[in-house]
């Protein structure tokens, strides 16, 4: 197979419905897909989808393996740094918001192993991100490196402070906006409006979370306009796990859309 045709290859493992024939499929194949597949974060999720099939090679369905174990424990020093990192903010009279991942993993996907993080990605007013992350710092986490900019520069211009370090390794980015500012980027952002004084749903340990419809048009603007469609194919899978998962109203949706939209 060439490049494209491995790439479909593995968009088609990783797809909900139908399974993709292997016959043709070569040990190089093989290697190039799973390589692929560790460089996008997901080995566990198709472990959990094929990890069963005596039709593909063992090595590859040990490396699959391998990565849902090292995901599930992952997730769960993550699960525990967000519930902590959640009610310290809350305790310093903060109302942090969970996004994307730390939601989708936890409330979309069958089990969390199978949406590996890369952070916790947690949003705050823009007039309480500073005191806010300045207690985060008091309070054990740790800078990963020095800021190109002041924080006062950072919130005017940015849309999450300098990531942060829990004690447990988790990368923690406090945010104050959902996406960039129109014009920060070369090409325009759609207008925040839509999410101005939207409730946030609160789960079993106290986590408060965008509702999945606002979760979707996050996960779609971050996707078109922060990435341009260059963030991966696990968006994909995070779209279609969400839909499955809870009831969307399509009508509001669209009707958000032309209200936000470019």
């Known amino acids: 197979m060439d490049l494209a045709a491995q790439q479909r290859f593995l968009l088609d493992l990783v797809a909900a419905t139908g399974v993709p024939p292997l016959g043709e499929v070569s040990?190089?194949?093989?290697?190039?897909?799973?390589?692929?597949?560790?460089?996008?974060?997901?080995?566990?999720?198709?472990?959990?989808?094929h990890g069963h099939r005596k039709d593909i090679p063992g090595q590859t369905r040990t490396t699959w393996r391998t990565a849902h174990r090292l995901s599930a424990m992952h997730a769960l020093a993550?699960?525990?740094?967000?519930?902590?990192?959640?009610?310290?903010?809350?305790?310093?009279?903060f109302s942090p918001v969970a996004l994307k991942g730390a939601w989708l993993s936890r409330h979309a996907y069958p089990e969390?192993?199978?949406?590996?993080?890369?952070?916790?990605?947690?949003?705050?007013?823009?007039?309480?991100?500073?005191?806010?992350?300045?207690?985060?710092?008091?309070?054990g986490l740790r800078q990963e490196a020095p800021a190109e900019m002041t924080v006062e520069e950072i919130v005017r211009l940015d849309k999450h402070m300098p990531p942060l370090t829990t004690r447990r390794g988790t990368r923690v980015e406090l945010h104050h906006r959902l996406w960039e500012l129109d014009g920060r980027l070369n090409h325009a952002s759609p207008s925040p409006a839509l999410f101005a004084n939207k409730a946030a749903l609160t789960d079993s340990d106290g986590v408060r979370f965008l509702c999945p419809q606002d979760q979707l048009v996050h996960l779609i603007v971050h996707a078109v306009y922060s990435h341009r469609l260059d963030c991966g194919p696990l968006v994909?899978?995070?779209?279609?796990?969400?839909?499955?998962?809870?009831?969307?109203?399509?009508?509001?949706?669209?009707?958000?859309a032309a209200q936000i939209g470019r």
């Open 27 to 49: 040990p190089g194949d093989w290697a190039a897909v799973d390589a692929m597949a560790a460089q996008h974060r997901l080995q566990p999720l198709l472990h959990a989808r």
């Open 78 to 93: 993550q699960r525990a740094d967000l519930v902590e990192t959640c009610a310290l903010l809350e305790r310093q009279g």
């Open 112 to 139: 969390a192993a199978q949406r590996p993080m890369r952070d916790l990605d947690l949003l705050v007013p823009p007039e309480q991100v500073i005191p806010a992350f300045r207690a985060l710092l008091k309070h």
């Open 236 to 256: 994909i899978s995070d779209i279609s796990f969400l839909i499955q998962k809870e009831n969307v109203d399509w009508a509001l949706f669209w009707s958000d």
